[in-house]
């Protein structure tokens, strides 16, 4: 199941292309990127850039989306 929050920044992890994320995932994300001791940069998004999109992370069955 698809997050589908709404997207608040844009980040590029290595060797992958640039995603989108809610603010729920990307606090997730740059905790595994201090973990692994690698910079992830995350990029706000503009309004209209929000409006648009979605965060397309993937949430277990038991995982709220609050």
């Known amino acids: 199941m698809k997050c589908n929050k709404q997207a608040v920044f844009r980040y590029t992890w290595p060797g992958n292309d640039e995603e989108v994320v809610?603010?729920?995932h990307a606090q997730q994300l740059k905790d595994i990127a201090e973990a692994i001791g690698l910079h992830l940069?995350?990029?706000?998004l503009s309004g209209?850039?929000?409006l648009e999109k979605t965060c397309p992370q993937e949430?277990?069955?038991?995982e709220s989306n609050d």
Do not use: H, Y
């Open 41 to 44: 940069q995350l990029v706000p």
């Open 48 to 50: 209209e850039e929000q």
């Open 59 to 62: 949430v277990k069955g038991g």
């Open 22 to 24: 809610c603010l729920r």
